[in-house]
Nanobody, 125 residues
Framework: QVQLVQSGGGSVQAGGSLRLSCAASEDIGGNYQMGWFRQAPGKEREGVAAIYVGGGYTFYPDSVRGRFTISQDKSKRTLYLQMNSLRPEDTAMYYC??????????????????WGQGTQVTVSS
Protein backbone atom coordinates (compact mmCIF):
# COMPACT_ATOMS: atom_id res chain seq x y z
CA GLN A 1 0.00 0.00 0.00
CA VAL A 2 1.02 3.61 -0.36
CA GLN A 3 3.40 5.06 2.22
CA LEU A 4 3.43 8.69 3.32
CA VAL A 5 6.50 10.66 4.41
CA GLN A 6 6.04 14.03 6.03
CA SER A 7 8.32 17.05 6.18
CA GLY A 8 8.06 20.59 7.42
CA GLY A 9 6.74 21.82 10.72
CA GLY A 10 8.74 23.36 13.52
CA SER A 11 8.34 26.31 15.84
CA VAL A 12 6.88 29.71 15.03
CA GLN A 13 5.48 32.70 16.87
CA ALA A 14 1.78 33.44 16.88
CA GLY A 15 0.71 35.03 13.63
CA GLY A 16 3.38 33.23 11.66
CA SER A 17 3.14 30.65 8.90
CA LEU A 18 4.35 27.13 8.25
CA ARG A 19 3.95 24.66 5.41
CA LEU A 20 3.76 20.91 5.84
CA SER A 21 4.46 18.41 3.07
CA CYS A 22 3.41 14.80 2.66
CA ALA A 23 5.06 12.76 -0.08
CA ALA A 24 3.41 9.56 -1.30
CA SER A 25 5.44 6.52 -2.36
CA GLU A 26 3.29 5.97 -5.45
CA ASP A 27 0.77 7.79 -7.59
CA ILE A 28 -2.43 8.64 -5.78
CA GLY A 29 -5.46 7.85 -7.90
CA GLY A 30 -8.55 9.93 -8.34
CA ASN A 31 -10.56 7.67 -6.04
CA TYR A 32 -8.47 8.68 -3.02
CA GLN A 33 -9.18 11.15 -0.32
CA MET A 34 -6.32 12.68 1.69
CA GLY A 35 -6.27 14.72 4.82
CA TRP A 36 -4.32 16.51 7.50
CA PHE A 37 -4.97 15.82 11.15
CA ARG A 38 -3.55 17.00 14.43
CA GLN A 39 -3.34 15.74 17.96
CA ALA A 40 -2.46 17.85 20.95
CA PRO A 41 -1.38 16.26 24.25
CA GLY A 42 -4.35 14.85 26.08
CA LYS A 43 -6.72 15.49 23.18
CA GLU A 44 -8.20 13.35 20.45
CA ARG A 45 -6.87 13.49 16.93
CA GLU A 46 -8.92 15.87 14.78
CA GLY A 47 -9.15 16.66 11.11
CA VAL A 48 -7.99 20.11 9.97
CA ALA A 49 -8.14 19.74 6.19
CA ALA A 50 -9.08 17.17 3.59
CA ILE A 51 -9.26 16.86 -0.17
CA TYR A 52 -10.87 14.59 -2.71
CA VAL A 53 -7.88 13.87 -4.93
CA GLY A 54 -9.89 13.39 -8.09
CA GLY A 55 -12.11 16.43 -8.00
CA GLY A 56 -9.98 18.66 -5.80
CA TYR A 57 -12.82 19.41 -3.40
CA THR A 58 -11.53 20.63 -0.06
CA PHE A 59 -12.90 20.49 3.46
CA TYR A 60 -12.04 22.41 6.63
CA PRO A 61 -13.45 22.69 10.12
CA ASP A 62 -14.45 26.15 11.31
CA SER A 63 -11.42 26.33 13.60
CA VAL A 64 -8.98 26.64 10.68
CA ARG A 65 -11.08 27.75 7.72
CA GLY A 66 -9.54 30.84 6.13
CA ARG A 67 -6.18 30.19 7.79
CA PHE A 68 -5.19 26.72 6.53
CA THR A 69 -5.08 25.60 2.91
CA ILE A 70 -4.70 22.05 1.65
CA SER A 71 -3.31 21.51 -1.82
CA GLN A 72 -1.77 18.80 -3.95
CA ASP A 73 0.89 18.49 -6.61
CA LYS A 74 0.13 15.28 -8.43
CA SER A 75 3.33 15.46 -10.47
CA LYS A 76 5.31 15.33 -7.22
CA ARG A 77 2.90 12.96 -5.45
CA THR A 78 2.84 15.50 -2.65
CA LEU A 79 0.16 16.92 -0.41
CA TYR A 80 0.65 20.28 1.30
CA LEU A 81 -0.84 22.13 4.23
CA GLN A 82 -0.20 25.85 4.26
CA MET A 83 -0.88 27.26 7.71
CA ASN A 84 -1.17 31.01 8.16
CA SER A 85 -2.09 33.21 11.12
CA LEU A 86 -1.04 30.45 13.47
CA ARG A 87 -2.24 30.50 17.06
CA PRO A 88 -0.89 28.83 20.19
CA GLU A 89 -3.90 26.50 20.13
CA ASP A 90 -2.68 25.15 16.79
CA THR A 91 0.23 23.53 18.62
CA ALA A 92 0.06 19.78 18.03
CA MET A 93 1.54 16.82 16.23
CA TYR A 94 0.30 16.94 12.66
CA TYR A 95 -0.31 13.88 10.50
CA CYS A 96 -1.21 13.37 6.88
CA UNK A 97 -3.39 10.45 5.86
CA UNK A 98 -4.71 8.74 2.74
CA UNK A 99 -7.61 6.47 2.01
CA UNK A 100 -8.36 4.63 -1.23
CA UNK A 101 -12.07 5.39 -1.04
CA UNK A 102 -14.09 8.55 -0.93
CA UNK A 103 -16.29 8.95 2.12
CA UNK A 104 -18.83 11.58 2.98
CA UNK A 105 -16.88 12.91 5.97
CA UNK A 106 -13.25 13.14 4.89
CA UNK A 107 -12.33 14.99 8.10
CA UNK A 108 -13.11 11.93 10.16
CA UNK A 109 -10.11 10.09 11.62
CA UNK A 110 -11.86 6.75 11.38
CA UNK A 111 -12.02 6.92 7.58
CA UNK A 112 -8.25 6.64 7.12
CA UNK A 113 -5.95 3.66 7.32
CA UNK A 114 -2.67 5.01 5.92
CA TRP A 115 -0.84 7.60 7.98
CA GLY A 116 2.33 9.64 7.82
CA GLN A 117 4.85 9.60 10.66
CA GLY A 118 3.77 12.92 12.13
CA THR A 119 5.52 16.24 12.52
CA GLN A 120 5.45 18.67 15.43
CA VAL A 121 4.10 22.19 15.09
CA THR A 122 4.65 24.53 18.02
CA VAL A 123 3.21 28.04 18.12
CA SER A 124 4.39 30.36 20.86
CA SER A 125 2.56 33.45 22.06
Amino acid sequence: QVQLVQSGGGSVQAGGSLRLSCAASEDIGGNYQMGWFRQAPGKEREGVAAIYVGGGYTFYPDSVRGRFTISQDKSKRTLYLQMNSLRPEDTAMYYCAAEKTIYTNPLSVSEYHVWGQGTQVTVSS
